[in-house]
Structure formats: C-alpha cells, structure tokens
C-alpha cells in the first residue's frame, strides 16, 4: 500500500486512490463484464488475494525460487488488479524488489520494462494463457527469456558508461590546473548525469562559483555536458553521452 501511495505522487492516477483498494470490478476487453476477455478479481476479494500474494511473497508457508517466485507473483499482481490505476507500474517495480530482497540483486536495477514493452502481445498472451488454461511454462519461459535479456543489456550499458567514463577522465587533462576539480564534478554528474550548479555544490564540496567555471569549461572546450533550460538563472546542465547511453535502443 505504501509504495502505491508513493508511486501515485505525482503524474498520471494521482486522483484515483493511492494507497486505496479500487472499489468497482474491473475487466479485460468489452464494454461490459459479460463481454469481457477476463474479469479480474472483485473488490469484495481484494482483501483476501493481497494477503494470499504476501504470504506467497513473504515464503510462507513454504519457500520458493526466488526466480520462480517472482514470475509468479508478478502474474498473480497483475490478475488482482488491486487499485485503480497504477497496477502495471507497480507490478514492473515489484520484480527488481523481490529479487533484492531474496539476495539476488544488491540493487534493483532489473526492469524488465523494455522487454515487456517491445513484446507487448506476447506478454499480454502470456498473461491471459496462464489465467484462462493455466499455461505457467510459457509464461515461466518468456519471463526468463525478459530476465536474460534485460540483463545482458545491463551489462552491455555498464560496460559502455565505464568506457565513457575513462575516456572523459583522460580529457580532462585538457583543462590544465582545473582537471582534479573537474574530476569531482564529472564523478557527481556520474551519480545524477542532470543537475544544477547548487546539488554540484552538494556533491563535490566546490563553490558554486568553482563550479559555474568548470561547467564552462566542460561545456566550452570539451562538450562533455550541455545547458538545457537556456537561462540565465537556474541553469541545468546534462552529461549527453552519459544520457545517449541509457536511452539508446536494445538491438
């Protein structure tokens, strides 16, 4: 409930009920719940599937792969369908956490977003296959198969940023006296690759006006980072390369 309510802060679904079981049925296709491909669970059983799933989340009573675990759990989050929005978000979310928790991943940085997005039918087929016939295999593969590939791209990204980043450590030399100094800001834009000069400040323990002078530099002579708000005051810079990296498509 907790981490609905913070998902819902902000943007879309703000108004409908974070932290909030929905209170009307819901269904999948149709206009009526007659029609419908699917009828998720109704709001009068909630209550009572939620706790089933954190029993099944938490091992009791029995423990279960932690891979496995998290397949199932995420079919079984996405059937429940508890709020009224925000279900989708949540479920993707759920995997990474699961993972850490059972010692898996130290961080969650598994989002299998992507994935599920470039094979959005599949996922949805998947889905519906293990609630109409039970197929879990299918559905077991394809999640292993999204696990797999999410995290080889991972590796690949973290590779390319390492690059990225030895390759602007040793062009800092270009900055003469000022390249010890720009390598504490690089290393801060590496932490948060968009910022402003006073979180800079925060992270490098530098002057704001130490700061303004390397980001010229950075920006002037090296092109390493860019201004993006284009004014005079409150300025944000970004670390492109770094952004292009994170943003590029998976083959």
């Not at 799933?53 to 423990?63: H, K, M, P, Q, T």
Request: aromatic residues 8%; charged residues 20%.
């Amino acid at each position: 409930m907790g981490m609905h309510t913070a998902l819902m802060t902000s943007g879309r679904g703000i108004d409908r009920g974070p932290g909030e079981f929905r209170g009307n049925q819901v269904w999948l296709g149709g206009h009526r719940a007659d029609e419908a491909v699917f009828v998720l669970a109704p709001p009068h059983h909630l209550a009572e599937c939620w706790s089933a799933l954190e029993r099944f989340i938490n091992d009791v009573s029995e423990a279960t792969d932690p891979l496995i675990k998290t397949a199932l759990a995420h079919v079984q989050f996405e059937t429940i369908h508890p709020f009224m929005d925000g279900n989708g978000r949540l479920g993707r979310l759920l995997i990474p956490l699961i993972l850490v928790e059972a010692g898996i991943l130290s961080e969650p940085l598994l989002y299998l977003s992507v994935f599920f997005k470039k094979y959005r039918q599949v996922y949805y087929e998947r889905l519906q296959q293990v609630r109409v016939t039970g197929d879990w295999e299918a559905w077991l593969r394809f999640f292993v198969d999204a696990v797999a590939d999410t995290a080889t791209l991972a590796v690949s990204t973290a590779r390319k940023l390492n690059e990225l980043r030895e390759k602007d450590k040793t062009r800092l030399a270009e900055l003469g006296r000022q390249a010890g100094s720009a390598g504490l800001l690089l290393d801060a834009l590496f932490q948060q690759p968009i910022a402003n000069i006073n979180h800079l400040c925060q992270h490098t323990g530098l002057t704001p006006a130490t700061v303004g002078k390397l980001l010229t530099g950075l920006e002037a002579e090296l092109g390493i980072v860019h201004e993006i708000t284009g004014q005079k005051r409150n300025r944000i810079y970004a670390y492109r390369a770094y952004i292009d990296i994170l943003n590029q498509e998976p083959a």
